[in-house]
């Protein structure tokens, strides 16, 4: 197999054509490889890391009729035939950035047990994880809140929404933004990615 390139801004601009089968076909040709190849790459990584087979699932993009898609992405999760309706993690770009997360989506039932160990949990989480690392409660949003400047509240909010919202849902992760020297140095990403899982196992094990 070839080595991991990274991503450069060509990889970004696709976010940038305007059309849905223009953007997918430059998506597909140039963007999906990459995706297909961490997917490979990081699937024992995390396997070890869960302590269960984690399997590879790149975003396809296709119940889209008419809109482009803004984001794309590579997950991986404890079953063969989907992710959503698991706790995941993830690696993705939008037109700004690459995240790199666990997530929890509306699909999943696992969302309550989440708020509940995040809930008994919660000083310590916020002790360990990264200042850095950011929380949002939205996947098609590009947005989040920095896990540094949160308060007590911010947290008793995400986990009081994921106990009675049916559809909430919860990321949590590393955002690098598009032209970081990191993200054109496949080596360095990769252990980088590898580094970020390491510290978002614990949300992923409160998940169960």
């Known amino acids: 197999m070839t080595a991991f390139t990274g991503f450069d801004q060509k990889d970004f601009d696709v976010f940038e054509i305007p059309g849905l089968e223009p953007r997918m076909e430059v998506l597909i040709e140039r963007v999906r490889p990459k995706l297909e190849q961490l997917g490979a790459e990081l699937a024992p990584f995390l396997s070890e890391l869960s302590g269960e087979p984690m399997y590879v699932h790149v975003a396809k993009h296709a ?8 984001d794309t992405w590579v997950a991986w999760a404890s079953a063969k035939r989907g992710y959503k309706a698991l706790p995941h993690f993830e690696v993705g770009m939008f037109a700004t950035h690459v ?6 989506i509306y699909e999943s039932p696992n969302k309550t047990t989440f708020a509940e160990g995040l809930d008994k949990k919660l000083q310590t989480i916020r002790k360990e994880l990264p200042s850095n690392f950011y929380w949002s409660m939205d996947h098609m949003s590009p947005e989040g809140l920095i896990h540094g400047k949160m ?5 008793q909010k995400m986990i009081d929404k994921l106990r009675s919202v049916k559809k909430a849902e919860v990321m949590c992760g590393l ?12 080596e360095q990403l990769l252990e980088t990615i590898r580094n970020t899982f390491k510290k978002l196992t614990p949300l992923y094990q409160i998940a169960f």
Do not use: S, Y
């Not at 995240?99 to 929890?104: G, K, L, R, W, Y």
């Not at 308060?151 to 947290?155: I, M, N, T, V």
């Open 151 to 155: 308060e007590d509240q911010d947290f």
């Open 175 to 186: 955002r690098i933004n598009a032209g970081e020297d990191v993200l054109k140095d496949g």
């Open 99 to 104: 995240f790199v997360i666990f997530a929890i």
């Open 63 to 70: 119940r889209r009729t008419v809109n482009p898609p803004k």
